[in-house]
């Protein structure tokens, strides 16, 4: 356990230097789109903070994946849990996302399908790259006997 959690911190440590990076491009892309004229010093810091602890989560967990008796659908549903309510609250408290049923509701749908869509394209490549492992293998035991 102690280990898991030396790597949940390196992990996200890792991760959340790309926090403010992300911030900063997250900032001009509004600002070009004309949604932002001016900052004030505490909502650039509660950005920076903000996403930088998300990124540090983010990147964190997936050390989930590491632990062996944790089930990988159980893995994939607290991986995805956490960052809903992570990414959701960011975006409430930094005021990225307006409070109401409906902003939530397509907040929350926008995070289902793009959660889904990962995964679905992390599962076709893993498939792909095991049945080519496994088509080497097979080569190998042929060729060995």
Known sequence: MKQLILEFLRRGAAACGLGPMVLAVLYGVLH????????TVDQVCLGIFSLSALAFV??????LYQIERLPLMAAIGIHGGVLYVGYLGTYLLNGWLDWGRLPILVFSGIFAVGYLAIWAVIYAVTRRNTARVNALLRKKQLADQ
């Not at 983010?58 to 050390?63: P, R, S």
């Open 32 to 39: 070009r789109q004309g949604a932002l004229e001016t900052l």
């Open 58 to 63: 983010a990147g964190g967990l997936n050390v």
